[in-house]
């Protein structure tokens, strides 16, 4: 059986950028919330003495979440401005395009349309400065909700959000794409 703070750093990492409650954290690892209090502050204590380690445990309104240590913003920065073509990958191009489309749109949202958690995509995303939060919803938890940002319309080379390609233009395109290589392989 791996540790308490093997568990609790496994929760953490999952959770992502949203964190995790006092009491969720608690419940998940059966846990009273003072136990578990002792426990955070081992693994912030153990990530503070490791030097070799870019982590440390961040709580604001009873919600921890890892995040790295303000040493490394520099580093991190100039990875966010490395060429995009060769940096984004098919899950941040989804959540990109589906930002693009559906704007205003939470994380969870995003989550819903694909199937899968999204936040590693959305936090690459807000990285390169391509979406951005554009406030709260009004709605349990007032999630965050985000927007393409001026710098995404730089990069798709146009001026305003209406110009993108229309998604019932690019589903008839596919269509036809599909139908074309459909009647080229009867012919064969």
Same mark, same amino acid.
């Given at each position: 059986?791996?540790?308490?703070?093997?568990?609790l /750093?496994?929760?953490?990492f999952? =959770?992502?950028?949203?964190?995790?409650?006092?009491?969720?954290?608690?419940q998940?690892? /059966?846990? $009273? @919330?003072t136990?578990l209090t002792q426990?955070? %502050? #081992?693994?912030?204590?153990?990530y503070?003495?490791?030097?070799d380690?870019?982590?440390?445990?961040?709580e604001s309104?009873?919600?921890? #979440?890892?995040?790295?240590? $303000?040493?490394?913003?520099?580093?991190?920065?100039?990875?966010?401005?490395?060429?995009?073509? +060769?940096?984004?990958?098919?899950?941040?191009?989804? @959540?990109?395009?589906?930002?693009?489309? #559906?704007?205003?749109?939470?994380?969870? %949202?995003?989550? &819903?349309?694909?199937? @899968?958690?999204s936040?590693?995509?959305i *936090? #690459?995303?807000?990285?390169?400065?391509?979406i951005?939060?554009?406030?709260?919803k009004? *709605?349990?938890?007032?999630?965050?909700?985000?927007?393409?940002? &001026?710098?995404f319309?730089?990069?798709?080379?146009?001026?305003r959000? &209406?110009?993108? @390609? =229309?998604i &019932? +233009?690019?589903?008839?395109e596919?269509q036809?794409?599909?139908?074309?290589r459909?009647d080229?392989? /009867? /012919?064969?």
């Amino acid at each position: 059986m791996s540790s308490h703070l093997a568990r609790l /750093e496994a929760l953490l990492f999952v =959770a992502g950028e949203d964190g995790l409650s006092l009491r969720t954290m608690a419940q998940l690892l /059966e846990m $009273p @919330v003072t136990g578990l209090t002792q426990s955070l %502050e #081992k693994l912030q204590a153990k990530y503070e003495a490791d030097e070799d380690s870019a982590l440390c445990l961040l709580e604001s309104s009873n919600t921890y #979440k890892l995040v790295t240590k $303000p040493d490394f913003a520099s580093l991190l920065r100039d990875y966010s401005k490395t060429p995009i073509n +060769q940096s984004l990958s098919r899950a941040s191009l989804e @959540v990109l395009s589906i930002v693009a489309y #559906k704007q205003p749109i939470t994380r969870a %949202e995003v989550d &819903d349309i694909r199937g @899968v958690n999204s936040s590693g995509a959305i *936090a #690459k995303l807000q990285a390169f400065d391509l979406i951005q939060e554009a406030g709260k919803k009004d *709605a349990v938890g007032r999630p965050n909700l985000y927007a393409t940002t &001026d710098y995404f319309l730089d990069y798709m080379g146009i001026n305003r959000l &209406d110009e993108l @390609v =229309a998604i &019932d +233009q690019l589903e008839l395109e596919e269509q036809e794409t599909s139908l074309f290589r459909e009647d080229a392989s /009867e /012919e064969l």
